[in-house]
């Protein structure tokens, strides 16, 4: 794991597009960070913890409503 130090107006989606490229992962952001989960805006210098994902092999032979 990690970290990433905020920068005045960073939000968790924010913070998500900037660390993984996608802003899909702010529940793992949060789940990593409860301490911080009340925050909205974050002010600069805050300390965010930044978890590894995981990549979870998706099976293409499913249809996609099965995937």
């Known amino acids: ?8 107006g960073d ?7 900037n660390q993984y490229g996608s802003s899909k992962f702010i529940k793992e952001l949060m789940e990593a960070n ?3 989960i009340g925050t909205v805006i974050f002010a600069s210098g805050v300390q ?3 978890p590894e ?4 092999e ?7 409503w099965r995937r």
């Open 34 to 36: 409860k301490k911080h």
């Open 53 to 56: 994902l995981i990549e979870v």
């Open 11 to 17: 939000t968790w989606d924010n913070i998500s597009y």
């Open 1 to 8: 794991m990690t970290t990433y130090k905020t920068v005045l």
């Open 48 to 50: 965010i913890m930044t």
């Open 58 to 64: 998706v099976n293409n032979d499913l249809p996609p």
